[in-house]
């Protein structure tokens, strides 16, 4: 098995890290990330349940013997990636397992400017860290990757004024009566700042198949994910990387071959989607998560038990979704828009992947849902149709074929299949249809977890 693929099914923030910790402690030799960046928000623990909030650094970097390969596809922002670093140091790590591309793209204030000052951006709601511009100038070929960094300062500049005028951003920040960017000092803090990890800098392309010619295995964990991929999503309300298995192969420089497993993972009784875009089986309008006010302890006992009683309004499910799943951004604090899940969107996902196995997650979020609507069709022109078109997507109204009766219990003590009651087996099952759900979280600790291998 050289490549395990771990892939997001929906609109990212699946849960992936609970997977990479699996495989890392079952013997695979790296975790490599391939696609996006300091866009992309992975909470792991240490050992004395330090929370850390990874963007670019792959979810193994706290076991000394798992290198750690920051791929090619991925965009790094040194200044993001200087605090990144610095919160895992702080745990006792040195990093010496951390390996950067030197072709990765480097996000620089050019960039982020361009974005910032984007109209399309902000319709968009990207996370604002300059993914879509980092992506489009190198595809563009006009802006500096990892290794221009450790080359003669002076190209460097050269490269930054050549970026700064094709983006046209000192003339746009001109424009806005900001101060135009300076080449030469950019060229200076960020060579300084990313020299601090020189060591770490190298030819990744070459080490990951060297890895797998000594038969090793990689976990290629995904950032955003399959119904965000730039080629495949809901364009334009997607992120500028191949989400999906597709941008393994690139952003790692290693043959589709070598990919022999493909992991899917997805919340098992609810969907999230943040920023715009279309969201069939949303629970309330887009927008009421930005609206609505925070709940103290007693509002929030007296929503639960309304939605326990199957009194609560659709509205009313989609927020205590949000605050039973804490599904708030790790990179952002965005509040993350919820909805019922969704088999139309789930097969689509399977289509571009082909998933041997899911990961389900956040089971108990689900444990006090009285019915959960599974969405089986969309209502296409009056017929029902089970195909999903990213591009109109808006015009679809759900049709909920399939209606799970709730299990009204805590699953999370739960450690075996049987210990499920029978209606959250029959979820589990129902996902067995797209391919086998072979691990459950019940959930964060990592013990709270249920294996079917
Ligand atoms: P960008 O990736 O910042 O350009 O944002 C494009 C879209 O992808 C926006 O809707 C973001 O909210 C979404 N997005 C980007 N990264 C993540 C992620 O890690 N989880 C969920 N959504 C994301």
């Not at 866009?39 to 750690?68: A, E, F, M």
């Not at 952003?251 to 920023?275: F, Q, S």
């Not at 009421?288 to 103290?296: F, G, H, Q």
């Not at 509002?299 to 979704?321: M, P, T, V």
């Amino acid at each position: 098995m050289p490549i395990t693929a771990v892939i997001g099914c929906h609109w990212g923030d699946e849960g992936k890290g609970k997977v990479i910790h699996y495989l890392v402690q079952n013997g695979y030799d790296a975790v490599a990330r391939f696609n996006g960046g300091p866009n992309s928000g992975h909470t792991i623990y240490d050992s004395q349940r330090r929370k850390i909030v990874l963007h670019v650094i792959p979810s193994g970097i706290l076991y000394p013997y798992v290198r750690n390969i920051i791929g090619n596809g991925v965009a790094l922002d040194p200044k993001l990636f200087l605090e990144e670093a610095n919160s895992v140091r702080q745990t006792g790590s040195n990093l010496s397992n951390l390996y950067i591309s030197d072709m990765c793209t480097v996000i620089t204030p050019y960039h982020t400017a361009a974005e910032r000052t984007s109209p399309k951006a902000r319709k968009i709601g990207t996370t604002g860290r300059g993914m879509g511009s980092a992506y489009s100038s190198r595809t563009a070929r006009i802006t500096p990757l990892m290794a221009h960094f450790f080359g003669p300062r002076n190209i460097l500049t050269e490269l930054l004024e050549e970026l700064d005028a094709e983006l046209s951003v000192s003339e746009r920040l001109t424009k806005l009566g900001e101060s135009p960017l300076n080449a030469s000092d950019i060229a200076e803090s960020y060579s300084r700042m990313l020299g601090e990890f020189g060591n770490n800098v190298t030819d990744t392309m070459h080490l990951s198949n060297n890895i797998l010619k000594e038969n090793g295995r990689i976990a290629a964990e995904g950032a955003q994910a399959s119904l965000l991929d730039r080629d495949h999503g809901t364009y334009p309300y997607v992120t500028s990387s191949n989400a999906t298995v597709a941008g393994v192969p690139s952003g790692l420089g290693v043959p589709p071959k070598e990919i022999t497993e493909v992991v899917g993972v997805m919340k098992a009784g609810y969907i999230t989607r943040v920023g715009s875009g279309a969201f069939p089986t949303e629970l309330g309008k887009e927008g009421d998560e930005k609206t609505e006010s925070k709940l103290d302890s007693q509002e929030f006992d007296e929503l639960s038990h309304n939605i326990r009683k199957g009194n609560a309004s659709e509205r009313e499910i989609g927020q205590y979704l949000r605050i039973a799943g804490n599904e708030y951004g790790a990179s952002t604090g965005r509040p993350r828009r919820t909805g019922w899940p969704d088999l139309v969107a789930t097969e689509y996902a399977h289509m571009l992947n082909r998933f041997d196995w899911l990961a389900l997650t956040k089971l108990d979020v689900s444990d006090f849902i009285p019915e959960i609507p599974i969405c089986t069709y969309y209502e296409e022109n009056r017929r029902l149709s089970r195909r999903f078109s990213p591009l109109f997507l808006a015009q679809y109204p759900p049709f909920y074929e399939k209606r799970l009766s709730g299990w009204m219990s805590s699953t999370t003590d739960a450690r075996e299949f049987d210990d499920l009651h029978e209606h959250a087996q029959e979820l589990v099952e129902f996902w067995d249809q797209i391919a086998p759900a072979k691990i459950i979280s019940v959930g964060p600790e990592r013990e709270q977890t249920i294996l079917r291998f």
